[in-house]
């Protein structure tokens, strides 16, 4: 355990870049998310075309491949790149690659979320002259939003752990598992305290994600 | 009384698959008018009352309001739809707002009026719909007589041309009809134009100008109240009213 603690600057250096990854991704994910929910439900053919495909193409397609396409397709194929360091580069396509991925759960928590919403009070707000948008903007994402809380909640806890990943699949950051990973290979840590203790941190990022969202989605909830 | 058509539908017919829901409908609602929709279940009164702010499409005919012929969609629809109001069933309030929230929305974000312009209409028609002490209230913590007539409210401020009303009271727990009709015969009183959906054959009497009567998709029979139930000449509004009205 003391050879852990030792390195103990490096454990935390690791999960600062996991925390990084994670919240950068949950926000363009979010964002993302609502993006591909609103052209799903949408008046418009073509939107809810390329939204279904979007979503069933990268959802069934394993988070490996996805952020290997990101880093050895995009980044190191095709030379497109975020900036001149190495590292920050991996670290952006890396936060793309995550944040392509979770989106799709995201959109389908919603989505599933707005089928909760009674058709009548859309009817209601279309009846009082609010447009498409300003009804999905107003009513109907609101109150979708509320119902899936604890579902989102489950998707960022994956997303906090799917992070591991993107060293895997060669996108080198520095994040919590590459860490753990360099230090086994530099036998600077014994294996086993080192696995438990790895495993801690996730436990401390992600245990209160879960209880945060529980009591998050009681507090909002819409009583009918 | 020289009254100006404000909607009118002619030649309507709608189906829903195989069913010919609509046939032939021809209707003037006059500006000023309370019309009340009669029928058996499955006669298509709802489904009329609805095409006249498209939240039901036709399938041919025509349907004017104030002269204009209603936009098939986007903002020239919006645009409509803010003039004829709605009251619902299930009254429809937003789940997630108050009460004044829900009057206040349309006025705000549809007709841009400043929150304080907006709040302070809302609350003299929630006083007037005899509810203003409950504005801060979620529409699960009233009754549904109450919800109705926040849902009343919020129709009245869009300050709409005609009003439409789906069996407002059919939701209802039989003590709270009244409450509702009450309201609703108030505002046929001030000269609101009401399209009115509904089994409450006593409202009918009070406050209708005229009755139509709805059977199997057709306007059957359309007539004064007093001629309607005194002495309705069609045999199905007979039937109909003999079965309504002996209990």
């Given at each position: ?120 009070q859309v009817e209601a707000a279309r009846s009082l002259g609010l447009t498409f948008t300003q009804n999905l903007r107003m009513i109907v994402i609101p109150q979708a939003l509320r119902t899936v809380v604890g579902p989102l909640g489950s998707v960022l806890i994956a997303l906090t752990k799917n992070t591991t990943v993107a060293s895997v699949a060669g996108l080198g950051v520095q994040e919590a598992s590459r860490q753990m ?44 | ?233 069609s045999e199905r509004a007979q039937d109909f009213l003999s079965k309504i009205l002996t209990h």
């Amino acid at each position: 355990m003391e050879a852990f603690l030792s390195n103990i600057d490096r454990v935390v250096d690791g999960f600062s870049w996991t925390v990084r990854l994670t919240l950068l991704s949950a926000l363009f994910s979010f964002i993302l998310g609502i993006l591909l929910t609103a052209m799903r439900v949408s008046p418009v053919p073509l939107l809810r075309g390329l939204s279904t495909a979007y979503v069933e193409g990268i959802r069934n397609t394993p988070l490996t491949l996805v952020l290997l396409f990101c880093g050895l397709g995009l980044n190191s194929a095709l030379g497109l790149s975020f900036a001149d360091t190495v590292a920050t580069d991996v670290f952006w396509w890396a936060v793309i690659g995550l944040s392509a991925y979770t989106s799709c759960f995201v959109s389908e928590s919603l989505r599933s979320g707005i089928n909760t919403i009674p058709l009548g009070q859309v009817e209601a707000a279309r009846s009082l002259g609010l447009t498409f948008t300003q009804n999905l903007r107003m009513i109907v994402i609101p109150q979708a939003l509320r119902t899936v809380v604890g579902p989102l909640g489950s998707v960022l806890i994956a997303l906090t752990k799917n992070t591991t990943v993107a060293s895997v699949a060669g996108l080198g950051v520095q994040e919590a598992s590459r860490q753990m990973k360099l230090m086994f290979d530099q036998g600077i840590a014994p294996v086993l305290p080192t696995f438990v203790g790895f495993a801690i941190g996730f436990l401390i990022l992600t245990l209160p994600m879960g209880y945060f969202f529980g009591w998050l989605s009681k507090r909002v909830a819409v009583v009918r | 009384m020289t009254s100006t058509p404000l909607v009118v539908l002619e030649n309507v017919n709608k189906h829903f698959g195989d069913l010919h829901v609509l046939r032939d409908i021809n209707l003037t609602v006059n500006s000023g008018e309370v019309v009340v929709v009669i029928g058996p279940s499955g006669s298509g009164k709802s489904t009329l009352c609805r095409t006249i702010n498209r939240l039901e499409t036709i399938d041919s005919g025509e349907i004017r309001l104030d002269d204009q012929p209603l936009p098939a969609e986007g903002r020239a629809l919006a645009r409509l739809r803010s003039d004829v109001g709605m009251v619902f069933q299930s009254f429809n309030l937003f789940a997630h707002k108050t009460v004044l929230q829900n009057v206040t929305l349309g006025p705000m974000k549809v007709l841009r009026k400043p929150r304080g312009e907006a709040e302070a209409h809302a609350m003299e028609l929630l006083d007037r719909v005899r509810i203003g002490n409950q504005a801060q209230k979620y529409p699960a913590q009233l009754s549904g007589g109450q919800q109705q007539r926040v849902a009343i409210a919020r129709a009245l401020a869009m300050s709409p041309k005609v009003i439409l009303f789906d069996e407002p009271t059919s939701a209802l727990d039989p003590e709270m009809v009244q409450e509702v009709l009450d309201v609703m015969t108030d505002l046929a009183k001030d000269g609101m134009t009401m399209v009115v959906v509904t089994h409450e054959m006593g409202f009918a009497r009070r406050a209708a100008n005229r009755v139509v009567f709805m059977a199997d998709g057709e306007i059957v029979e359309e007539n004064t109240p007093d001629e309607f139930f005194t002495n309705p000449r069609s045999e199905r509004a007979q039937d109909f009213l003999s079965k309504i009205l002996t209990h």
